[in-house]
C-alpha cells in the first residue's frame, strides 16, 4: 500500500478540483490511500460525493492554507506552519505518507520543502524536473525552475537525480544523458556547462550514458532521456513548449472551423486529430518532482483541472512504487565513490564536522 499525502488547498481552485482527482486515482490504483490535509468544512462535502474515495483516505482539517501570491518567506512565517500544505510535507517528513502533492504555490511548497525534508548529503540544491513529451516518447528535463544559474558540480548533481528519475519512471537501467547548450560543439557554451561535460565524460558512470551536448529543439526530439540545464533557462523552455502547444491548438480549431469544407474534412479526420490532441494535452504530463530532497514532492500546475491533477499524483505513486530515493542514493554514491574530490563530498564532511 502506498499513502500520499494531499495539500487540497492549493492550487486555483481547491478541493473543487483535487477531491474528483483523488477519484480517478483512486479506481487506477486500488494499493493507494491518500492523507488529505485542508479545511474540513470545504473538504468533507466534495469528499462525500465518492463514498468509495472517502474509505481510502483521512481528511485532516488544517485552519491556514497557503496563498498563490505568498513569498516563500511570507510562507515560512505567521502561522503557515499550520497550512494544509506544510502538514502534507511534515507527513512525509514523519513517515506516515510516501509522498506529497500539491497545486500550491511553487515558490513556498519548495521553500517548505527544503526546510523541512533537507536536502540529501551530497546535494547542494534540488532541482524541479518535468515529463517532457517528444517524438520518440517522453524524457526528464530539468531543472525548470528551482535553481536559477548552476556550477558544474551543481549540473552533475541534476544529472544524477535526473538519471534516477528516468530510470524509476521509464524503466531505462543505463539513461542517455545530454547537457542544454547553445550548440553541440564541445568549444560552445558557458564555462560551468563545458566543465560540466567534462566531468561526465571522464566519470563513465554504469548508470548513465552521457550524450554530449543538446540543443533546444533536441528536447522535442527526444535525443536523450534526460536533459539537464539550470531553473532560468529550463523554465523558459518549460513556459514556451506549454505556450506553443496552445498556440498550435488554437490555430488547428480556427482552421477546421473556417468553411464549411474544412468541418467536413474535420469529421473524416478526426481520429488523427484527437490523437494529435492527446499528444499536446499538457495535463497529461503534468507534475514537477523536487528531486535532491529526502523525501518525494510532487508540484501540480495551480491551474491543472482533475485529469491533470491526477497525472501529477499518479506521478508521486510511480516514484514511490519504482523506489525513486533508492535509486539516486546509489548513484550518487556511486559516484562521488569514484570521484572523492568532489565539492559535493566536502561540503558534506563539514557539514557533519559543524553538527558535530
Known amino acids: 500500500m502506498i499513502k500520499i499525502s494531499i495539500d487540497a488547498m ?3 481552485h481547491g478541493p473543487n478540483v483535487v477531491i474528483p482527482a483523488l477519484q480517478i486515482v483512486a479506481t487506477r490504483r486500488p494499493d493507494i490511500r491518500f492523507a ?24 485532516i482539517h488544517c485552519d491556514v492554507a497557503v496563498r498563490m501570491d505568498d513569498k516563500p518567506s511570507q510562507a515560512l512565517r505567521h502561522g503557515r506552519w499550520k497550512s494544509s500544505m506544510w502538514k502534507a510535507i511534515e507527513a512525509v517528513k514523519a513517515g506516515s505518507a510516501d509522498a506529497c502533492v500539491s497545486a500550491g504555490n511553487t515558490g513556498a511548497l519548495m521553500a517548505m520543502s527544503k526546510f523541512c525534508l533537507r536536502t ?31 556550477d558544474a558540480h551543481q549540473l552533475i548533481d541534476f544529472a544524477i537525480l535526473g538519471t534516477g528519475m528516468a530510470r524509476a519512471v521509464f524503466g531505462i537501467e543505463r539513461p542517455t544523458v545530454g547537457l542544454l547548450n547553445v550548440g553541440v560543439e564541445e568549444v560552445k557554451g558557458q564555462e560551468e556547462v563545458k566543465e560540466a561535460g567534462r566531468m561526465l565524460r571522464e566519470a563513465n558512470m554504469a548508470s548513465m550514458s552521457y550524450h554530449g551536448f543538446v540543443e533546444g529543439d533536441d528536447i522535442g526530439k527526444g535525443t536523450v532521456d534526460v536533459v ?8 523558459i523552455a518549460l513556459k514556451t513548449a506549454e505556450g506553443t502547444a496552445r498556440q498550435i491548438g488554437g490555430y488547428l480549431r480556427a482552421a477546421m472551423s473556417r468553411t464549411l469544407m474544412a468541418r467536413i474534412g474535420y469529421l473524416f479526420a478526426k481520429g488523427a486529430f484527437d490523437l494529435l490532441r492527446e499528444k499536446m494535452d499538457v495535463s497529461r504530463s503534468n507534475g514537477g518532482v523536487f528531486l ?36 539516486i542514493e546509489a548513484d ?7 570521484n572523492p574530490q568532489s565539492p559535493a563530498i566536502r561540503r558534506s564532511d563539514v557539514a557533519a564536522d559543524e553538527e558535530g
Open 10 to 12: 492549493g492550487g486555483d
Open 36 to 59: 488529505i490535509y485542508g479545511r474540513e468544512e470545504v473538504v468533507r462535502p466534495e469528499l462525500a460525493k465518492f463514498p468509495g474515495l472517502a474509505e481510502k483516505s483521512e481528511l
Open 120 to 150: 540529501m548529503a551530497t546535494i547542494d540544491r534540488p532541482a524541479i524536473a518535468a515529463i517532457w513529451p517528444n517524438m520518440r516518447g517522453e524524457s526528464v528535463v530539468l531543472d525548470v525552475g528551482a535553481t536559477i544559474g548552476a
Open 228 to 235: 539537464v540545464t539550470e531553473g532560468f533557462a529550463g523554465n
Open 292 to 327: 535532491g530532497l529526502n523525501g518525494v514532492v510532487v508540484k501540480s500546475h495551480g491551474g491543472a483541472d482533475s485529469a491533470g491533477f491526477a497525472a501529477a499524483v499518479e506521478l508521486a505513486y510511480d516514484m514511490v512504487r519504482n523506489r525513486l530515493l533508492d535509486r
Open 332 to 338: 550518487l554514491d556511486l559516484f562521488h565513490a569514484r
